[in-house]
């Protein structure tokens, strides 16, 4: 599976549009983009993925890049229990295959 | 909403003594995981089981450990004799295999962990 690079950490305000960048510029064709987050030693939480076009559900936007070398993951409205790490995780279509995490963004939303 | 449900939340053992911890994965999901996560430190993945067989593992899943599904619902992760570096959070995930128009849906949902403290 390609390998993500990802900002250390970030600050937001509360309210505000939270934009978490993600490079995978060795992605291959058949590879999703996915984001998971987690919260204080909470099991990780599936936020999102996408091929290629952009996705949106009812916590977030994905955008990825027409080359796809590259995604942001968008809380269009960032509160406080946003606070956590935001794992962008590139992997294959391939079945039971497992999730690899890095160290994440530390996003802090703060009031 | 189903979700994944993990028991114990918490467990605290003695160095060399047996652990099971307990999952009971989404109920019409077929695809089981363990992670573990050492405080501090990335979530690591463990085993993956499909079918009644470990579909795959890491270095980290040694003779010690072991995973089956003993009666169709729950599933489990077993530590024969457990060592001061197995203290950690262990995360159980289970997914769907869903296609949908030709694409595999391989979203995996996660238990809450039990933390597990070997003293």
């Known amino acids: 599976d390609a390998k993500t690079t990802q900002p250390t950490s970030m600050d937001c305000a509360e309210g505000r549009a939270a934009n978490l960048p993600c490079n995978h510029s060795?992605?291959?064709?058949?590879?999703?983009v996915y984001w998971y987050r987690q919260i204080h030693s909470q099991g990780p939480q599936y936020i999102i993925h996408?091929?290629?076009n952009n996705e949106t559900n009812e916590m977030a936007s994905l955008i990825i890049t027409e080359d796809r070398k590259s995604s942001t993951l968008i809380l269009p409205h960032a509160t406080l229990r946003d606070t956590a790490v935001y794992y962008c995780?590139?992997?294959?279509?391939?079945?039971?295959?497992?999730?690899?995490f890095g160290a994440g963004t530390i996003l802090r939303v703060k009031s | 909403e189903p979700e994944v449900t993990q028991t114990p939340s918490h467990q605290v053992t003695q160095m060399g003594q047996e652990v099971i911890l307990r999952c009971v994965p989404i109920?019409?999901?077929?695809?089981f995981y363990w992670y573990r996560q050492i405080l501090g430190q990335k979530v690591e993945f463990l085993v993956s089981?499909?079918?009644?067989?470990?579909?795959?593992k890491s270095e980290i899943f040694d003779d010690q450990f072991s995973v089956e599904r003993p009666d169709g619902s729950n599933f489990t992760l077993k530590i024969r004799s457990t060592k001061l570096e197995d203290s950690a959070m262990y995360f159980c995930?289970?997914?769907?295999?869903?296609?949908?128009?030709?694409?595999?849906?391989?979203?995996?949902?996660f238990g809450p962990g039990t933390r597990l403290l070997v003293l």
């Open positions: 060795t992605i291959s064709g058949n590879e999703y």
């Open positions: 995930a289970s997914r769907l295999r869903e296609p949908s128009g030709g694409a595999v849906q391989e979203t995996q949902y």
């Open positions: 109920s019409n999901h077929l695809y």
């Open positions: 089981f499909y079918n009644n067989e470990i579909s795959e």
């Open positions: 995780i590139v992997r294959t279509d391939r079945y039971g295959n497992k999730l690899v």
């Open positions: 996408g091929l290629k």
